[in-house]
């Protein structure tokens, strides 16, 4: 069955770095969308992306946060300057429609990024 | 703003219950509710999704009901075992991007 792929599944980092989280979405699928999960807290929407541009984002999604879709299949996160918050678990998700009642959204298995 | 409740936070029953958890919301301008499992320390897998116009869904073992106007949903789970041990979300999807995500509740099913 087709899954959503994300690497790496555990990232480390020194505070003031920058980190590039990395999905393959469901090849057929055209909306790609991060949240994040900070331990022990909800599930949080960050972005979601179509047709190459943002199509939403929330207020946690600053200017710290980018995505980019480089080629047919990578859908990334880029964090310019992490900060100890920026520590959580940050799942990919992606669905082939969005404006129906039908969509489902299939979601990776996440990257934990931990901000030293 | 939307909001999204789960209760109870936690949840301990012995194996072969049955057992239901519940997802409330506030604005119940909703295009669909969808409840997934998360494992400790994983990702979440969808269990089911029951559009806006829908009253419930079952897959197996599992039935989950939307009542739109009250803003509530429940997942119910019949005849519990200790795999179904997990983390339970429920999310609602109002502009057909964004999921809102509610804390989940925390099953032990204990054999």
């Known amino acids: 069955e087709p899954e959503v792929t994300q690497t790496p599944s555990h990232q480390v980092t020194q505070m003031g770095q920058e980190v590039i989280l990395r999905c393959v979405p469901i090849?057929?699928?055209?909306?790609f969308y991060w949240y994040r999960q900070i331990l022990g807290q909800k599930v949080e929407f960050l972005v979601s992306?179509?047709?190459?541009?943002?199509?939403?984002k929330s207020e946690i999604f600053d200017d710290q946060f980018s995505v980019e879709r480089p080629d047919g299949s990578n859908f990334t996160l880029k964090i310019r300057s992490t900060k100890l918050e920026d520590s959580a678990m940050y799942f990919c998700a992606s669905n082939r429609e969005a404006s129906t009642a039908k969509n489902i959204q299939y979601f990776g298995a996440g990257t934990r990024l931990s901000v030293l | 703003k939307q909001e999204v409740t789960q209760i109870p936070a936690a949840l301990s029953v012995p194996e072969g219950e049955n057992l239901v958890l519940n997802c409330s919301f506030t604005?119940?301008?909703?295009?669909?509710l969808q409840w997934f499992r998360q494992d400790p320390g994983k990702g979440l897998t969808s269990l089911l999704l029951?559009?806006?116009?829908?009253r419930e869904q079952t897959s197996g073992r599992l039935n989950a009901s939307l009542d739109k106007s009250s803003g509530r949903s429940t997942l119910y789970i019949a005849a519990s075992q200790p795999g179904d041990s997990a983390t339970y979300l429920c999310?609602?999807?109002?502009?057909?991007?964004?999921?809102?995500f509610g804390k989940g509740t925390t099953l032990s099913v204990s054999s």
């Open positions: 999310a609602v999807n109002q502009a057909g991007t964004a999921l809102i």
């Open positions: 992306f179509y047709n190459n541009e943002i199509s939403e």
């Open positions: 090849s057929n699928h055209l909306y």
């Open positions: 029951i559009q806006s116009s829908q």
């Open positions: 604005d119940s301008a909703i295009y669909n």
